[in-house]
């Protein structure tokens, strides 16, 4: 595999090294997931639909998203509490795995994403550009997986899994919106003047002083993507250092602040994450050398200029693009296949004027589609290890959740505004 030389490409700050990034997503997963607090907020949130725990496997799965990055890393912290909980309330194991191993792929679709900072910087794409381009694809997903549970409970007969509280409901929409209100009171701050790091402490002291005095469940993890996307975006630290903020934010919050989290807990926490990353890169390793050997024969190359012959018209490229990315992502690991094919597909997307970032986007979202599926689906093989099914009780599980996947890939691939909206809006792309 060539060396990849700036992970950090389209952000301020020069990355510690000159291999892939790596966030060191499960040891973040593995202490937050110890502190279980977003469970809490998500109960009050969705926990009164019916087929509630469900609908609480996916907002946590968003909440995750900002601290991992990472979709192996939700599947395993998120599916080792989530699974047993919905198990224990009488949801069918299968169903359990399945929602679980769907909305783990949000991780690398919301920002901040290990896939895109990836494709950013081997197709010299603006890493904060894909960022935002993901905030809408990631909702859009969201309201498609809740959706597919809404269409279960109704056909199932689920019930509710707790009774609604108001009360507990409007105290959840105020906790995102004191997170959305951060950033917005730093860019005021920094508009009247102050310079930015003054207007951050101040801004984080006031949250934080709101915090103690009012004891809200969720503000300050939720938080926690928005601190590792500011300090990125900053140039404080590289997207691995973010990695290592984010545990050390997640132990604060764990430890002092909501003192939830024990000497035990925290050991037991390590051995899990050591356990499950291990079994996970025995994987990677093998994928590694079948790309490898893809890059050595030409293979992917040779397949992505075939399309160019095929024909002039947009769609049906974006068409071919999506089944060889949908084929790719069920061999290849998923930085093995962006480092092969990104730099191939990005000139031959601008010959059909495909916008490079709408292009990332869709590269992601399919290579996150083949992590679901066999024979190297390696979230299959976390499921598998997590619920002690088979890989093929696994892939049979994920099966109808990949419905409101591949829906949500026709929307952003026919729809650019989509991905392009916001990053337009906020002057980041033309």
């Known amino acids: 595999m060539p060396r990849l030389e700036d992970p950090c490409r389209g952000l301020p700050g ?20 110890q502190v279980s607090l977003t469970n809490r907020f998500a109960l009050s949130l969705v926990g009164w ?14 909440v995750f998203s900002g601290m991992s990055g990472s979709a192996l890393a939700d599947a395993a912290g998120i599916g080792t509490m989530q699974i047993k909980a919905m198990t224990d309330r009488g949801y069918p194991l299968d169903t359990a795995v399945g929602v679980t191993a769907s909305s783990a792929t949000l991780g690398p679709i919301l920002p901040p994403s290990l896939p895109i900072i990836i494709f950013g910087m081997v197709t010299n794409v603006s890493v904060g550009a894909l960022f935002l381009a993901g905030l809408l694809p990631g909702l859009l997903m969201t309201l498609l997986l809740m ?22 409901f409007g105290v959840s929409v105020l906790e995102i919106g004191l997170v959305v209100s951060f950033p917005v009171a730093i860019y005021v701050l920094i508009s009247l003047g102050l310079n930015a790091n003054l207007s951050i402490g101040l801004s984080l002291g ?10 809200f469940s969720a503000v300050l993890a939720l938080l926690t993507p928005v601190l590792r996307i500011g300090g990125m975006t900053l140039g404080w630290f590289t997207p691995t250092e973010a990695a290592v903020a984010a545990v050390i934010w997640s132990l604060f919050l764990g430890l002092i602040r909501y003192r939830a989290l024990s000497a035990k807990t925290l050991s037991r926490s390590v051995m899990d994450t050591i356990e499950t990353t291990a079994s996970v ?16 024969s030409q293979a992917t190359q040779m397949l992505s200029e075939s399309l160019s012959t095929l024909t002039d018209n947009r769609y049906v490229f974006l068409l071919l693009v999506n089944l060889m990315l949908l084929v790719v992502g069920a061999f290849l690991d998923t930085t093995a296949a962006i480092t092969i094919l990104g730099p191939v597909l990005i000139p031959m997307a601008a010959g059909y004027d495909v916008h490079p970032v709408q292009l990332g986007i869709i590269f992601t979202l399919n290579l996150m589609i083949g992590l679901l599926t066999p024979p190297v689906g390696m979230i299959l093989f976390v499921m598998a290890r997590i619920s002690r099914l088979s890989i093929e009780q696994v892939s049979l599980a994920v099966l109808p959740w990949l419905i409101p996947l591949i829906i949500a890939l026709a929307i952003i ?10 990053p337009q809006y906020l002057g980041l792309v033309r």
Do not use: Y
């Open 14 to 33: 020069e990355n510690d090294g000159g291999d892939p990034p790596q966030p060191l997503p499960s040891q973040a997963i593995g202490v937050a997931v």
């Open 49 to 62: 639909m019916r087929g509630g725990l469900a609908h609480v496997n996916i907002v946590a799965s968003v």
């Open 147 to 168: 959706g597919m549970v809404f269409v279960l409970a109704w056909r199932k007969g689920w019930r509710t899994d707790m009774p609604f509280n108001g009360r507990a």
């Open 206 to 215: 006031v949250l934080l002083l709101l915090d103690v005095i009012f004891s």
């Open 281 to 296: 890169l025995f994987i990677v390793a093998a994928a590694s050398v079948f790309a490898w050997l893809l890059t050595i």
């Open 413 to 422: 691939t026919l729809v650019p505004a989509v991905t392009l909206w916001l």
